[in-house]
């Protein structure tokens, strides 16, 4: 193991200390932990002379800028937040990469500027939302998501503001115009590259998604004393519905749809379900296949409550379109791969990313490392030195390329 692949590992092990909860890697969007990886990281940036800051968002930014050298810059990052009992590589490994990437770009015979961005909040779980962070850089922050409520009733506003952030400053975190592009280097967290026995590959797309919330509602009664054919059990209505998401996602090819959150009321052992809440989480490269898959269980779900005597509501949280990866960069990339003495293997993105925000506002890229054993949002999730340090030889040959067309 090279030093560069076991220091990117080691800080992403050190990160994973920085928790919430005891025993377990969990840091939501502005909690108290990340306080201590902001300080952390800014430690680490300053040493490698960068400039560094905190924007309005609460993205840690660090900016490496060489004297003598034109404003503009390479960008890159990935996100410091994570699910409950995460694993300790999912974003964080993309800003410790990115670190190393500043030490490549400072060895070129013609280096240029670089600001690495480690994003607040990418996954989604504070606030049912992704993105946040990037959406700041991107400029794509609509204001009204500051009246957002976490489980305990804090909005998005009063969570920036206890940070220590002034929300109104929010459009200041947006990309200086010299941004040439972004590149987010991220662990793939899915079984492709490990079945191939393959370290690295390039990204050439994103999955488009859709994020949804259906809520069943019947009506709670004695779990004794109320025949099978006159409840309104809304959680047999539920569990019919999933049943359906599962098999049509098993008959479409590509496609991946997910019920991963249940919420029952009243949730006690003797008596009738009233109400039950599930989510629905829909993904497929082309939007037509995800649209008219959505539509399809969305029409399945109507027609069981329908059945039941039961009505139904849906709520959307999320509706991204596939996003593509800039052709040239991703054409960098696989040439740097074979350079470095790797196949120049590309794949499709099924998880989303803070890539998927930034390819709106300029050229981006993405470089994805292998998850052994296809593991991920998981604490089984990890990263292998020799694939780390491919990934870094992968950097040198890109980075030199792209300085031929930065000057």
């Known amino acids: 193991m090279t030093d560069r692949a076991a220091r990117a590992i080691a800080e992403c092990r050190l990160i994973a200390t920085m928790t919430e909860e005891t025993g377990r890697i969990t840091r939501r969007f502005l909690t108290e932990p990340m306080r201590a990886v902001h300080a952390h990281l800014r430690v680490r940036m300053e040493a490698l002379g960068m400039v560094v800051r905190v924007d309005a968002a609460g993205n840690l930014r660090g900016l490496w800028q060489p004297p003598g050298v034109g404003p503009q810059r390479l960008v890159l990052g990935s996100h ?19 670190l190393e990437w500043v030490t490549i770009v400072k060895q070129l015979p013609h280096p240029f500027a670089v600001e690495v961005i480690a994003f607040s909040e990418e996954e989604g779980v504070r606030y049912g939302l992704p993105y946040l962070g990037s959406r700041a850089v991107a400029g794509q922050f609509d204001p009204a998501l500051l009246t957002l409520k976490d489980s305990e009733g804090i909005s998005v506003d009063a969570a920036l503001r206890g940070f220590g952030l002034d929300p109104a400053a929010i459009g200041d975190a947006a990309l200086d115009p010299h941004a040439v592009c972004f590149v987010e280097v991220h662990i793939e967290q899915g079984p ?17 998604q859709t994020r949804l919330t259906l809520t069943f509602t019947g009506q709670a009664n004695h779990a004794g004393t109320t025949p099978m054919h006159l409840r309104r059990d809304a959680l047999a209505a539920a569990a019919e519905w999933i049943s359906n998401v599962e098999a049509l996602a098993q008959r479409t090819e590509s496609l991946a749809a997910t019920v991963g959150r249940l919420s029952v009321t009243p949730n006690v052992g003797n008596v009738v379900p009233g109400i039950a809440q599930v989510s629905l989480d829909v993904r497929h490269a082309r939007d037509a296949v995800r649209i008219q898959a959505v539509e399809e269980l969305l029409g399945k ?16 949280q999320l509706e991204q379109p596939a996003v593509s990866m800039d052709e040239g960069l991703t054409s960098l990339f696989t040439a740097a791969m074979e350079a470095a003495g790797f196949p120049a293997k590309t794949m499709h993105s099924g998880a989303g990313h803070d890539a998927i925000v930034m390819a709106g506002r300029l050229p981006t890229a993405m470089l994805f490392l292998r998850s052994p054993g296809g593991i991920s949002h998981h604490p089984d999730e990890t990263a292998r030195p020799e694939d780390v340090e491919a990934s870094l030889r992968v950097a040198h040959e890109f980075l030199h390329r792209l300085s031929l067309q930065i000057r």
Request: net charge negative.
């Open 192 to 208: 492709i590259l490990e079945g191939e026995n393959l370290s690295v590959a390039a990204v050439t797309s994103i999955v488009g």
């Open 80 to 98: 410091i937040d994570t699910v409950p009992d995460a694993g300790a590589f999912d974003g964080v490994l993309g800003v410790t990469i990115a």
């Open 301 to 316: 779900a109507e027609a069981i409550a329908a059945r039941r005597g039961l009505s139904l509501a849906r709520a959307g």
